[in-house]
């Protein structure tokens, strides 16, 4: 029988989850599973989690949290292209090295929920901030630009992790090209701007 390990705390039991999720995907992160990898009782997690909907609650606010930290981390001391073209690298790589983190993320099991609301839109508003200052973009272009941004690498992210890519040009190429592809129509749209607030 399983003996009761004392002392689990909350950021054990995400590390334990992450570590699951990261080696044999989010489908896996059950209590069982988790309580096994911790050596506890699975009734022992409800002291931290309100079950399993909580647990993937609670586990993708912490990956929205990471990537919000990668995402500001890269963006720092950097403005308009260059910023993005961080952000975006940042973005990758964060999908990359952490999987199952970043699957968690659509695991939330309440989207209206208050604290993930405010991480998403944390993280939206970094982008947001990027468009603005860096290319003076109105409010609301610089939310379908910062949609798009997003669509983009989730969209890369998600067919990589799901082994979409066959063909035999390199990966990391491929991203290179769709973030100055990406960049090129900002910079058309910003001078297609400029030029309609002369003709003002």
């Known amino acids: 029988m399983m003996s009761p390990r004392n ?28 309580a096994q990898k911790l050596h506890i009782r699975p009734p022992s997690l ?10 993937r609650q609670v586990l993708a606010l912490h990956s929205l949290e990471q990537l ?3 995402l500001m ?42 604290e993930m609301r405010q991480a998403a839109d944390r993280v939206a508003e970094l982008v947001i901030t990027v468009l603005s200052s860096g290319y003076g973009f109105k409010e609301e272009d610089c939310i379908h630009a910062a949609r798009g941004f997003r669509s983009l690498l989730h969209g890369f992210a998600s067919l990589e ?3 979409g890519f066959g063909l035999p040009v390199e990966v990391d190429r491929s991203i290179e090209v769709m973030m100055a592809t990406f960049l090129a129509g900002l910079r058309v749209r910003q001078k297609r ?7 003002v």
Do not use: C, F, W
Request: hydrophobic share 35%; no cysteine.
């Open 7 to 34: 002392g689990v705390k909350l950021q054990d039991i995400l590390r334990a989850a992450e570590d699951i999720a990261n080696e044999q995907g989010m489908g896996d992160v059950t209590l069982t599973t988790l």
């Open 46 to 55: 409800y002291n931290h989690v309100n079950g399993l909907n909580g647990l």
């Open 68 to 70: 919000e930290e990668a």
């Open 73 to 114: 981390s890269a963006a720092v001391g950097r403005a308009g292209e260059d910023a993005l073209t961080a952000m975006g690298k940042a973005y990758m790589r964060y999908a990359r090295e952490r999987p199952g983190l970043y699957e968690a993320m659509l695991y939330a099991t309440d989207r209206n929920d208050t």
């Open 161 to 163: 992790q799901k082994g």
């Open 193 to 199: 701007d400029v030029e309609l607030t002369k003709e």
